[in-house]
Structure formats: C-alpha cells, structure tokens
C-alpha cells in the first residue's frame, strides 16, 4: 500500500516513515533505515523519523550515529520524550551521567506518567550509587506499570546491593514476586517429549528421557548475554567442552547485536535458535518442541530476562546459573548452581531451589584473546607508593565498602586507593565519591578516579597500576576477582553467612588456593589487605604465578 501512495507523491514523507516502521516491525532493519533517511530528506523536521533512526544505529552498535539522529529530534522538538530517553541511555552507557539524567528528567517532565522513563533514571542513579533514589523511582514506574517485568527485576538486582538490608528481607521480596508470577501465569505444560512416562516427578531425574542412555541429553542454555558480556567469560568452558558423546546443546540466544563471542558460540554448539522480539509463549513452546531434557537460565533478574517464560515449564527439568547472585524467587525453577564457599552447607543463602553444588568452583572463567603482559613489578615499585584498587561497577561501592576501605587507607598512611568505573567519567559522581571518602578522614588526594577503558585490552592493562585488588561487599566483584587475578593482582574478600552475592569471592579465591586472602570481619579484611600491600616479596610472586 505504502509502496503503491509513493508513486503518486514520491516526496511525502510520512510514506517513507510508514513504510520504515513495517521493515522495522519485520527486523528489515537496513530497509527501514533507508526509508527513515527518506523521511528525513523530505522533511528536515520529521522528530519521529530521526527518533527511530536513532534507534536502528544504536542497535547496530553506530553510536556517533544515535546520538546526531537524537540530538536533531531535540533540535527541531526540545521536549521530545522518546529523544530525551534515548540520548539520556547513551549517555549513562558512556558515563556521561549528569547529562544522561537531565536528558530523563526531561522525559519525565514531558510524559509524567512515562513508566519506562522513571525505569530508566533508576538505573541511572543505580550506576552511580545513588541507591535510595534509584528504589524510589523503580517505585514509581511498577506503580505506574504494576506488571512491569523489567521494573520489577531491576528492584531486587538494586536490592543486592544495599549493606543495610538483612538477608531475610532481600529473600522475601524475590519470593513474594515469583509467588505473584506464579499466581498470574500457570504452567504452559504438564508433559514433556523427553519425559519418561514412567517417572511421577516431573523435576526429577527419572523424568528425563536421556536419563537410561538411550540418548545424549538434551540441554538448553538461554540469555540475553552471548556476546561479549560478562556472562560470556563463564559460559565459555561450558559451551566448548561439552561431550557430544552424551550432551546435545541448544542456546536460546536473545543477543540484538551479534558480535564475534556470538559467532565464535554459535560455532560450538549444534544447534542455535535465536529468539530475540518473539514472544514468551513462542519461546515456551519452541522449547518444548525441542525436546529440552534441561533448561538452564543464565539470566536470573539481570537485563532481557525471560523469567515469565520460565514459568511455563517448557522443561522438566529447570536451573538457573551464574547470572545472578540470588534466587529467582520462582518454585517453578527447579534448581541453583553453586558450590560450598559461595553457599555454606551450614549457612547457605535463602532460596526458592535446591542448591546443586559443584565440587570446587561454581564458576569457570576464560579470559579474553589476547590479553596483555602482566607486569612483573609490584605497583609500589614502580610508582612509589602502594595502590590498592577495585574495578566494579559503582553500584557495588556500598556505604559498608567505603567505610572499611577508609579504615585500610588509614592503617596504610601513604597507600592511595585507584576506582575505575563507567559513572567516574562524570565529575559529579567523582565529587560525591570523593565527599564520601573525606567523611571518614580520607583527603581526595589519595583518591585516583577513573571511567572505563574503550577497549578490554587497555582496561586489563590497568590493573598493572594496582598492588593489591579490594572486593566490595555486600555484592562481591565476579568478572573482575577473575580479571585482578588473571593480571597478577590478588584480592581480598569480605565474606559472609547466607549471603551467596558477598561469598562469590571467597569461592574464585579457594579456587587459586588464595584463601588466606577471605576474611570474615571488617578487621580481618583491614589487617589482611594491609599486610599483603606491605609483603613485596609475595606481591612479586603472585604477579609472576598467577596466570601460570
């Protein structure tokens, strides 16, 4: 039709916009952007036009791109909500976080009952720990959206991060919110064509077909995250030595831009379906027709879950893995992988599954191709004075993480401590941390704040700055306790009982036999990290063996 109105005006421009939202909605994506620039040409002023354009580059990873599409729909239309959202996303992702919150406020001021808009500068605030405002936003937007998945997962992810919260209270509101899923949506399904007609235990070994040896078992493994994301230095090991001999692997992948970990995964797996825009019950039921003996979740309440999919039970069997440092709250996810040090028999953290522990660590990690050279020297050596450091993202740098870090730098009069993260781009957030830091006697001069790195590689070589990494607590560093100790640099750790998102590090440290290293009290974690700043002699030797 669109087609057809342009050949009795081939300058109209909400005919090429039509007809850019059809390929859009089909994932025509370069059809659409054509059509968009169309638009565009006719009419200089089309917002809507240089809005979705916007969107396509930034899907497509043309970030420049994005934001000039952006920037004109503000031109021409200052109080554009869609703009104002989008612009401000990027922003927060560059670290750019003052201009990235000015841009959703101003979202919010054009559309107040914008939910996705109140989503948004929660995460915003989150980045750079401002954690009571970001609950107090994600408030607003579930109660603007009540159902609201994404919303409600970014309010228990935020709730993990809080040291003033019992482990009790964290629990409760995961499984007061999977009770709730629950409720709302009942199992898709009842029989599985893997199952076992003679098994009465749907979740049960005996349910699985492959059980007998009649076949390999059938596993999927599902994210939003296989590209080059945390997740993916994990699920690496797992994809590439599988035993096709017993295992058949299906990735359920939700990746929007694919990149060469997307490629390389594909690569290693007999079979790859990707289920990015389709609906849960399409998912569900692809699933289920896949004959999935289990099903495993690699997501938990992070980013693009497909929890309310879970909840169909595509699968007999269920478990959710290394995405997410706590329950998923759901009686309907069968199970939880971990291991003894992240999760004490004796003091394990709450859960809605059964814990299903592996024999050493529950994680395996593979470091990134190529990485740079470990410096051999201590820090200290190099640069005259003892650098203690921490890469993770400011969300983690809890009140509790400040506090006993202060009390180190005292202990070490002449250490400085080295914080590199997104948010330290923005000379606001280094003022608030710097701020934070004098309020327990720390002078900002002993404080090195820095954004990210562009590139994984320079991001690596960062850690050559730093003698002796610091873990934060109550949600421990996972990707970066693996990247410190890949470069050379040890790291102590604060753990605690019942609190598996606090114990991942005590569990990657027995793994390189660096227990000592665990503490159990803030004054453990004082007297440890000082002492290991102060010995140059193992410094040198953890540096030179740790990749080794």
């Known amino acids: 039709f669109f087609k057809q109105a342009l050949t009795f005006n081939t300058n109209n421009a909400d005919i090429y916009f039509n007809l850019a939202v059809m390929y859009a909605e089909r994932q025509k994506f370069d059809r659409a952007k054509v059509n968009y620039e169309l638009a565009v040409h006719f009419e200089p002023g089309h917002i809507n036009a240089h809005n979705n354009l916007g969107v396509i580059h930034r899907r497509q990873g043309n970030v420049e791109a994005a934001v000039h599409c952006f920037e004109q729909a503000l031109k ?19 670290g750019r976080m003052s201009e990235a919150i000015s841009l959703t406020r101003a ?40 159902e609201n998945p994404h919303a409600a997962s970014n309010r228990l992810m935020s709730l993990n991060y809080q040291s003033g919260l019992s482990p009790q209270e964290v629990f409760e509101a995961h499984r007061s919110w999977g009770a709730a899923l629950e ?19 749907p979740g049960a070994a005996g349910a699985v077909g492959a059980a007998a040896g009649r076949r390999p078992l059938r596993v999927g493994y599902m994210s939003p995250d ?19 001999t017993f295992v058949h692997v299906t990735c359920y992948s939700d990746v929007a831009n694919e990149d060469d970990k997307t490629r390389l995964f594909k690569s ?17 039921s692809m699933i289920h027709s896949d004959g999935i003996d289990v099903l495993v979740d690699l997501t938990g309440h ?10 169909r039970r595509p699968a007999p069997v269920i478990v959710t893995w290394m995405g997410y440092p706590h329950t998923t709250g759901l009686t309907r996810v069968d199970y939880r992988i971990s291991d003894e040090h992240a999760d004490p028999p004796s003091a394990p953290g709450l859960t809605t599954e059964k814990l299903v522990y592996l024999p050493e ?26 650098t203690f450091g921490c890469f993770n993202n400011l969300a983690k740098v809890s009140t509790l993480s400040i506090r006993v870090w202060s009390r180190l730098l005292h202990e070490v009069p002449s250490s400085r401590l080295f914080l590199k993260s997104k948010a330290l781009l923005c000379l606001k957030v280094q003022d608030k941390f710097r701020r934070a830091f004098a309020s327990h006697g ?21 850690y050559n700055l730093v003698d002796v990494a610091l873990d934060t607590a109550p949600y421990a560093g996972t990707t970066t306790t693996c990247e410190a100790l890949y470069m050379g640099v040890p790291v102590v750790t604060l753990r605690c009982p019942g609190i598996h998102a606090q114990n991942v590090g005590a569990s990657l440290l027995a793994a390189v036999q660096l227990e000592d290293l665990v503490s159990s009290s803030e004054e453990e974690f004082v007297c440890k990290a000082a002492m290991l700043a102060r010995h140059t002699t193992r410094l040198a030797a953890l540096r030179a063996g740790l990749r080794a």
């Open 226 to 244: 296989f590209y080059m994301h945390s997740v993916s230095y994990f699920i690496h090991a797992a994809l590439r030595y599988h035993d096709p």
């Open 268 to 284: 290693m797996v007999p079979r790859w379906r990707s289920t990015l825009g389709l609906p849960d019950d399409e998912v569900a």
């Open 183 to 201: 409720a709302r949506i009942p199992p898709s399904f009842t029989s599985w064509p893997s199952a076992s007609s003679s098994s009465s235990s």
């Open 361 to 386: 660590c529950f994680l395996c990690y593979t470091p990134p191709e190529p990485a740079p050279v470990v410096s051999l020297r201590p820090a200290q050596e190099t640069y005259g004075s003892i």
């Open 76 to 94: 021409f239309s200052p109080a554009m909500n869609l703009a104002n959202k989008n612009l401000g996303a990027i922003y927060g992702a560059m």
């Open 302 to 311: 992070t980013g693009n879950n497909r929890l309310a999919m879970l909840v």
């Open 442 to 462: 720390i002078e900002a001069a002993r404080l090195d704040l820095s954004g990210l790195q562009p590139q994984t590689g320079s991001h690596l070589q960062m």
């Open 107 to 146: 979202a919010i001021e054009a559309s107040p009952c914008d939910a996705e808009a109140y989503n948004n500068l929660a995460l915003l605030l989150r980045d750079q720990c401002d954690m009571d405002a970001c609950l107090a936003h994600l408030a607003s937007c579930i109660k603007l959206a009540p």
